[in-house]
């Protein structure tokens, strides 16, 4: 599976910004789906993860309430809905699929394939 990420940009603090990652070489409708970020210095981590035919999420402690994760699987895609964007949400963010258990979301090892990557600032 190919994944490309796009969406990224500059926002201001409590701004709003949907990220979308597009699959392509296999349907995404077999593969969990997930979101990590990495800021500068910083380790990869979990953002949010949904299931393959959408009807469960989970989300980081950080961005719960604020993020939300929906999927296409018509239309191989993935999204990230961000509002109420922080300084701190400042980050590479980057999609990612897996095959694996439902439970083994948090993990980068857990994943099977990843996206380039797309730049979110917010500015303060």
């Known amino acids: 599976v190919q994944l490309q990420a796009s969406g990224g940009g500059l926002v201001q603090a409590g701004g709003s910004l949907r990220l979308s990652c597009a699959a392509s070489?296999?349907?995404?409708?077999?593969?969990?789906m997930g979101w990590f970020r990495q800021a500068p210095g910083k380790e990869r981590e979990f953002v949010a993860t949904?299931?393959?035919?959408?009807?469960?999420?989970a989300y980081a402690d950080s961005v719960k309430g604020r993020f939300a994760i929906s999927r296409h699987n018509d239309k191989n895609t993935v999204f990230l809905q961000m509002n109420s964007v922080k300084p701190e949400d400042t980050a590479l963010y980057y999609c990612?699929?897996?095959?694996?258990?439902?439970?083994?979301?948090?993990?980068?090892?857990?994943?099977?394939?990843w996206g380039q990557g797309t730049q979110v600032t917010v500015s303060s």
């Open positions: 990612a699929a897996r095959a694996g258990a439902w439970s083994d979301q948090v993990s980068t090892r857990a994943y099977d394939y």
């Open positions: 949904i299931s393959r035919s959408g009807a469960a999420t």
């Open positions: 070489g296999r349907t995404i409708s077999n593969y969990y």
